[in-house]
């Protein structure tokens, strides 16, 4: 599986604060791509904050859920999170999404708040996954969320959730949330393509609120720097949460199964994320013996080759199931989601600490205080 193996390389390489030699050695010629990309990346900003490169006004208050690195942080549960929250309260959200990984490229509507309109080959599993999870969300893709504004306001968007658009900054917004991985925030600490980050620490100075995943997983000192920093920036105290696992379903994500019938089973894992140690370390907790791991890119769509090959290995092992991921699952070839041995975790964030600050951060937000 050359995918899974490219995976792993770039896993060891973007994640560890200290990658090895060997690795190191495989991408030094990636580090000076990261110095280009830095320069561009500044020079953009500068441009923004110049007026140079414009941004555009929306008629209804614009809220972002982003991060710095590429993936991995949690950043999916977090805007499912927010979008309820705006449910709950009786808005009309719409999220507008890039829809990174599908085959289409264009302006399309993914759920229109009533129905799921494409899957997830054309829509993205992100936005495809947000919609089934939560009835009666419109989700919106496009290359230019700018340009979807409009079209989700004319179809009763009270509010827009952009969807990973802290960097997309050509539409204005009332909030940015930013999102960081509190057991490993910062990776390798370098910037694409040698690391993880698509901007260096110091953007979080245009954030409003920092949200930190995994906040259980990290150790208290790292945790009380983090809330500094963020403080620091923001000027606000961050959300702590963790992935806190709600339940398990079946291959085509339908039914709930119970968190105990892991307990004991030998299992397979089969992810396509940017960071699978999170999903082994989170079914491990649940009580299962993982026997096989087979990790792909983030955002990979399995043939039907792949996901049966995986299935053979982990049968030679004794593995009774085969666990992925909800966003996973949304992408499994038609012949095999159906597979009775295949099951998905769903995923939530639990907030575990500041939820009067999120819930002032959002009001703040939807009367339209605006952070840029």
């Not at 995918?3 to 010629?29: M, N, Q, V, Y």
């Not at 791991?293 to 996901?307: A, I, K, Q």
Request: aromatic share 4%; glycine share 12%; charged share 25%.
């Amino acid at each position: 599986m050359s995918a899974a193996r490219g995976a792993g390389l770039r896993e060891r390489l973007w994640w560890s604060p200290r990658p090895s030699p060997g690795d190191r050695l495989l991408g030094a010629p990636l580090l000076l791509a990261e110095g280009l990309f830095r320069a561009g990346a500044a020079a953009r900003g500068a441009l923004h904050d110049a007026g140079v490169l414009s941004s555009k006004q929306a008629t209804v208050p614009v809220i972002s859920v982003g991060n710095l690195a590429v993936g991995g942080a949690g950043k999916t549960p977090v805007a499912l999170a927010i979008a309820g929250r705006l449910l709950g309260a009786g808005r009309r959200p719409a999220v507008l999404s890039r829809g990174y990984g599908a085959t289409r490229g264009d302006d399309r509507v993914v759920s229109d708040g009533e129905r799921l309109l494409l899957d997830a080959a054309a829509g993205g599993d992100e936005p495809v996954l947000l919609a089934r999870r939560l009835p009666g969300l419109r989700v919106l893709c496009g290359p230019d969320r700018a340009r979807l504004a409009p079209v989700a306001v004319a179809a009763g968007a009270d509010v827009l959730l952009l969807d990973d658009g802290f960097q997309h900054r050509r539409l204005r917004r009332d909030l940015d949330v930013v999102v960081l991985d509190a057991s490993n925030p910062w990776g390798n600490g370098h910037c694409l393509p040698f690391g993880p980050n698509r901007e260096p620490r110091s953007a979080l100075s245009r954030a409003g609120l920092v949200w930190l995943t995994h906040a259980d997983r990290a150790g208290a000192g790292e945790l009380d720097a983090l809330r500094a920093l963020a403080r620091d920036f923001t000027g606000n105290d961050p959300i702590d949460s963790r992935h806190a696992a709600r339940d398990l379903t079946n291959g085509r994500l339908e039914g709930s199964i119970p968190l105990s019938e892991l307990a004991g089973r030998r299992v397979g894992l089969l992810t396509g994320v940017a960071r699978p140690e999170n999903v082994r370390r989170t079914v491990e907790g649940l009580g299962a013996k993982v026997v096989g791991e087979y990790p792909f890119p983030d955002h990979h769509r399995f043939s039907e080759r792949e996901v049966v090959a995986a299935m053979e290995a982990v049968r030679r092992e004794g593995g009774e199931w085969m666990v992925t991921t909800e966003k996973d699952a949304v992408r499994l070839p038609e012949a095999v989601a159906g597979d009775p041995r295949i099951f998905a975790v769903r995923i939530d964030a639990e907030v575990l600490r500041g939820e009067e600050v999120l819930g002032a951060a959002l009001c703040a937000a939807l009367l339209g205080g605006s952070t840029e």
